[in-house]
């Protein structure tokens, strides 16, 4: 396996940056990329800017031809090896996969604490949520190979959560899927073309009957395009190896599940394949 740097931006981009250093500025741009290739699958660290803050987003993907596009919307432990993991799948599938950066710096932590404070303000402001996302979405035009009209978007528990977010607020997707992530997030659907894969567990103390009840009736009412499957037996976080040991230690009621996570993945890429034709 090789690691090498990608070259710098041209001096010309060099030149437009350093003139807008004293202003305040979102705008995007690309910092470094730190890109490594191992047989047909190639990973990269993509890291841009926002508010003067350096964000490093995840892509992985085989090959050169132009493909689908799957943003990975992480767990509350930030941009861990477990949904890194998950954007190497999606490539081994045939897509271009974009791990999303929330935190800023590829961040990840590793209490309950940490996560819940990281993660707070986006179940609060939610519009900040689909900033973080619209901004790593942007990075997408950097790659030919990244087809920009057929967007998609999966997440994790809070990824879950945000990528319904995104079901409510961005056009263009076409389509989201959220595994045991939270369905109400205080924004109502902006529109009826984004189609929505729900997969939860039946046994999720942390979604309760109450608001799976709520969001149902919020889709039937907006009339959405959602399926919703309930895994009998799975609790939080049954997609997740790793979920059992963190249930144990902190006295969390999530645990890996993996008939649920196989069957999951499984509906999953059918979804994908339905909303990429």
């Given at each position: ?49 926002i508010?003067?803050?350096?964000f ?33 799948q ?69 990824g ?23 369905l ?20 999720d103390t942390?979604?309760?009957q ?56 499984n509906?999953m ?9």
């Amino acid at each position: 396996m090789k690691k090498f740097k990608i070259a710098l931006l041209s001096f010309s981009l060099l030149v437009a940056f350093s003139c807008q250093q004293e202003k305040k500025t979102d705008d995007i741009s690309n910092l470094q990329s730190v890109k490594t290739t191992s047989g047909e699958m190639t990973t990269e660290e993509v890291s841009y800017d926002i508010d003067g803050k350096t964000f490093k987003s995840f892509v992985a993907y085989t090959g050169d031809e132009v493909k689908p596009v799957v943003m990975v919307l992480p767990e509350w432990w930030g941009v861990t090896d477990y949904v890194k993991n998950r954007a190497k799948q999606l490539a081994e599938l045939g897509y271009f996969a974009m791990v999303v950066d929330y935190y800023g710096g590829g961040k990840t932590v590793e209490t309950p604490d940490e996560a819940s404070k990281l993660a707070e303000p986006f179940y609060k402001i939610p519009i900040n949520a689909k900033l973080m996302f619209d901004k790593a979405k942007a990075q997408l035009l950097k790659f030919p190979n990244a087809n920009y009209d057929k967007i998609a978007a999966i997440g994790y528990c809070f990824g879950g959560a945000q990528a319904l977010n995104m079901a409510r607020q961005e056009d263009e997707l076409k389509g989201v899927v959220s595994f045991h992530g939270n369905l109400m997030t205080g924004i109502k659907p902006k529109n009826n073309d984004v189609k929505i894969l729900v997969l939860n567990g039946e046994a999720d103390t942390f979604v309760p009957q109450e608001e799976i009840a709520a969001f149902k009736k919020q889709m039937d009412s907006a009339k959405i395009d959602y399926k919703f499957i309930s895994y009998p037996g799975a609790v939080h976080s049954f997609t997740n190896p790793a979920s059992t040991e963190i249930g144990k230690k902190y006295d969390m009621k999530v645990a890996y599940n993996k008939e649920a996570d196989e069957k999951s993945w499984n509906e999953m890429k059918t979804f994908l394949q339905e909303i990429f034709k």
